[in-house]
Each structure stands twice: as structure tokens, then as C-alpha cells.
């Protein structure tokens, strides 16, 4: 059974599923099983749109999208989210990769994907706009009671995802109705996620974040999700409040804005079971801050091509296992794999990999780097990991990030982390640069915090005082801002890193 909402229409017809924030919108699951069932039947007819059928939006997050999404469990499209905040070319390789059936986008981002090639080549297009005349008025059509739901496999996708291309060209993770299920009894059995749970998704639909986190896990089991268009601090931490959340997922600079906000102190946010940070470790006295609010951290780990719920870290264990992305979730498996390239005895780190239901088959089109991730039934993270003796698992850094400097591996977080705890750091990168002698040296670039200054020396010093010597940067370059890509990763490529 992959049409969810036709079983909630039936067991709760009534209960609110969606609410868009900036508009006040809402959709019940019985009104979002009906237009499910109008948009199939249209984009059926109108648009002879099919199972396998590729369906590209370039849009933010709204109600339509969610329509598109139940449309998509009924009749079998391929939901293909693209990242509106890339440029032309790049979203033109996107709609090459993807050949859509269908591309619909946003007013405000036509003439964006107006500019690109590939349009010319698309089958079909339609502004969401007409899109909304169709999907959400209130009178009734013949069109909403029923659509004969097509026989649909674990295996068949529900979307192409694309991974971020800072080392070349996005991949597009295929990610299935299979993996759609068992990461939404994971994330169940690890957090609390029911027909009263409650949260808002301020993560973009271009991102894994954005719908698998928690948005189709709460469609799952009925829960209800409150839709922002982009993350505004204030509004959030408002919305937190007003709409009784129960479960928030954020990033660490996300929390860091809220706790920042002048109303964190009076807010009351007792619904809130906890949050659900990733991306990368929580600060500890950030952690503090929220549990002193009465607010507990649960920290984690995912992939767009792997669940994306994949660990978690229990609350009760957010300081004492600081920098842990906790253990593995029920039906998650997890080895920890050494690297050809470890000829240091003090490393005690390995590749990161996956089994488990939740793995995708494999990326579009992609034979190669199908092949290369997904080996003897493993998916290779491409993630350095640790586990101790508890099994409590640790990410030490990407392996595209780990340069070797006189035969020993260096992992640029560790170094990143060590530059971070110096009172005047606010953001830094590491990189390995060539090196006539060790083969390749650190190089780190910092970010200052405003009014405060600090010499490399001192820099320097202060990673020789806490890091092994092979570990410590040769230079210090410092730099008003780093690059980042769209998900708020440093862009390394741009700072010299091949």
C-alpha cells in the first residue's frame, strides 16, 4: 500500500495535515487525498503523464507540492525537486540528467528556467500558479472521490534527488517508495512520530531535509506539518509556540538563531518533545542553552542516498557523548570499513557503511557511480567514522576531505574543530595544499569573530597546544566569509581543494 493519503482520508478525513505558514492555507487529509486524486487524474489526461514518468518542479515549499507528492503515490511519477537557487546552466544539466515529462516552476522562477536549453526539449510545462487554480479550489470535481491507485513496488522511485556538486557534476540518488516506508518506521521507533505529532519543515524541497525527514514520515502516520518558504528566526520561533510543536528539525546555525532571538527566554515551547539537529555537531553550550530551556537535543546522521534518518543520539546522552551522532537506527546496519590509505598506527577511524532497506538502489543514469558506492551489498558513505566501545558512532570527516601529510592522514574537521574552540575563530577550513617535503601540508582559512583580531602565530600555537604535530596547519589565511554551496557546506573547490 503506497497511497497514503487515501488511508487517512478514510481514518481521519477531517484532521489537518498541512498548513502554509505565510499564507495560513490548509489542507486536511481528507481534502489532500481528493486533490491527489484530481491532480493524477489531470496530469494523467492532460499531460499523458505515467508511471516512470519524470515530473520536475522549481518551486518552495507549499501546499502544491505536497498535492504533487500524493499524486505521485497514486499514479507512480517521479517527483524531481530542483534547487532554485542554482544557476541556469547548472539546472539545465539537472533537466538533460533528468529529461522530465513535465517541468512546472513558480512564477517568480520562470524566467530562470526560461534561459535554459533543455526547455525546448521538455514535453510539457505548467506554471504552478495554474497548477493552484486546479488543485485547490473548494468546490468539488468528479475527478476527487477515487483514482485506481497503479500497482507500485518497493523498488520503483518516488523521487530523484540531487546531491550537491562540489566535486563535479549532482548525482541524482533515486530514492523509492521502499526506502520511503523504512525510513519512516525508523525515524518512528527512534523519536516520537504519530497522529499527534506536530512540527514545521523550514528545510527546502530541493533537499532530502526538506521531505524525509520528517514531512513523510508525519504523512505516514497522519501527524501534522506546518510548511515555511524560507527560515526567518523570529516567525519560527513564534510558529514553535503557537502551533504546540512536538518535533522540530533544524541545523546547528538554525538553533543558534533561535536561542539568539530577544523572545527565546519568554517563549514557551513545553510541547516540544525535542529537536532534531544534523548537518553537523551541536555546539555543547548551545546544547545547554536549549536543555536549560527545558528543550532536549537529539543529534543524528543521514544521507540523501541512504534513509535519510539514519542515527540518532538520545538526548540523555547529548553531553556526555559530545560530537557523537548517537547509534544506529532499528533497522539500519553499520560497519565500519579500513582504508587502504591508513599507514598511520594512531588511526583508529574507517569508511562509514550502510545496509539496510532504506539504501537506494543506485543513481540516475549513473552506472559508474552506482557502482562505486554500492559494493557487496554496502553502501560506501564516503564518510570517515569511529565507533567506541559503547557503539556509539563518531564522523571524523569526508574522505575527499582527508589529505595524507608525511604518510599520515589528516582530517581537516579535527583540525576545523581544534581552530573553532579559539575565542576569537567564528568559522574555519582546512584544506591540504602540495608540499615539496611532506608530500601535502594544511592550509586553514579563518574567519574572525566581529571586533576581534588574532595573528597565525597564535593560531598556530594554539593547534599546536591541542592538536598531534602532522595535524597542524602550515599557514593561515584569513578571509571575510568562506564559500559555501546551497546547503551552507564549505565549498572546498573553491578555496584551492582538488
Not at 21 to 40: D, F, K
Not at 148 to 174: C, M, N, R, W
Not at 232 to 247: I, K
Request: glycine fraction near 8%; aromatic fraction near 10%.
Amino acid at each position: 500500500m503506497k497511497d497514503w493519503t487515501s488511508k487517512w482520508a478514510l481514518y481521519s478525513p477531517d484532521k489537518t495535515a498541512l498548513k502554509e505558514y505565510e499564507t495560513g492555507r490548509t489542507l486536511t487529509y481528507g481534502q489532500l487525498n481528493r486533490l491527489g486524486n484530481r491532480m493524477a487524474h489531470h496530469l494523467q489526461r492532460t499531460f499523458g503523464v505515467g508511471k516512470g514518468d519524470r515530473v520536475a518542479v522549481l518551486a518552495e515549499n507549499c501546499l502544491e507540492y505536497v498535492v504533487l507528492f500524493a499524486a505521485a503515490q497514486k499514479l507512480g511519477f517521479i517527483l524531481v525537486p530542483l534547487n532554485y537557487r542554482l544557476a541556469a546552466p547548472e539546472i539545465d544539466f539537472l533537466l538533460c540528467n533528468a529529461e522530465p515529462h513535465l517541468v512546472l516552476a513558480e512564477a517568480k522562477y520562470q524566467p530562470l528556467l526560461e534561459s535554459t536549453p533543455s526547455l525546448s526539449k521538455i514535453p510539457h510545462r505548467w506554471a504552478l500558479e495554474a497548477l493552484a487554480e486546479r488543485a485547490i479550489p473548494t468546490t468539488d470535481t468528479p475527478d476527487d472521490p477515487h483514482f485506481p491507485a497503479v500497482e507500485l513496488s518497493d523498488d520503483d522511485p518516488v523521487f530523484i534527488l540531487y546531491t550537491s556538486g562540489t566535486t563535479g557534476f549532482p548525482k541524482g540518488a533515486l530514492y523509492t517508495h521502499g526506502m520511503l516506508f523504512w525510513n519512516s518506521i525508523n525515524t518512528a521507533i527512534s523519536l516520537i512520530v504519530n497522529s499527534e505529532s506536530r512540527s514545521l519543515n523550514v528545510m527546502p524541497p530541493f533537499h532530502t531535509g526538506g521531505w524525509n525527514v520528517l514531512v513523510t514520515p508525519f504523512l505516514h502516520h497522519g501527524g501534522y506539518t506546518c510548511l515555511f518558504k524560507k527560515f526567518e528566526p523570529e516567525a519560527v520561533l513564534q510558529a514553535l509556540e503557537e502551533e504546540r510543536c512536538t518535533l522540530f528539525m533544524g541545523v546547528p546555525t538554525m538553533l543558534k538563531m533561535l536561542a539568539d532571538e530577544p523572545g527565546f527566554g519568554r517563549a514557551d515551547l513545553s510541547s516540544l518533545h525535542y529537536l532534531i539537529v544534523g548537518g553537523e555537531p551541536m555546539p555543547i553550550p548551545l546544547i545547554e542553552r536549549w536543555h536549560d530551556k527545558g528543550v532536549y537535543v537529539r543529534q543524528g546522521y543521514g544521507m540523501t542516498e541512504v534513509g535519510p534518518n539514519l542515527t540518532s543520539l538520545h538526548q540523555d546522552d547529548a553531553v556526555r557523548k559530545k560530537g557523537s551522532i548517537g547509534r544506529p537506527n532499528f533497522y539500519v546496519q553499520v560497519r565500519i570499513a579500513p582504508l587502504k590509505t591508513q599507514n598511520s598506527k594512531l588511526e583508529t577511524v574507517g569508511e562509514l557503511l550502510l545496509r539496510g532497506p532504506m539504501v537506494t538502489p543506485g543513481y540516475w543514469r549513473n552506472p559508474d557511480a552506482t557502482a562505486a558506492a554500492l559494493r557487496d551489498g554496502w553502501f560506501h558513505s564516503g564518510d570517515m567514522a569511529r565507533m567506541d566501545a559503547e557503539g556509539y558512532l563518531y564522523i571524523v570527516d569526508r574522505i575527499k576531505n582527508m589529505f595524507i601529510s608525511g604518510g599520515e592522514n589528516v582530517y581537516p574537521a579535527e583540525v576545523e574543530r581544534v581552530l573553532l574552540l579559539h575565542p576569537s575563530v567564528a568559522e574555519a577550513a582546512v584544506i591540504g595544499v602540495p608540499d615539496d617535503k611532506w608530500g601535502e601540508v594544511g592550509r586553514a582559512f579563518v574567519v574572525c569573530r566581529a571586533g576581534q583580531v588574532v595573528s597565525e602565530a597564535d593560531l598556530l600555537e594554539h593547534c599546536r597546544a591541542n592538536l598531534a604535530k602532522f595535524k597542524v596547519p602550515r599557514s593561515v589565511v584569513f578571509v571575510e566569509a568562506l564559500p559555501k554551496n546551497d546547503t551552507g557546506k564549505i565549498d572546498r573547490q573553491a578555496l584551492g581543494w582538488t
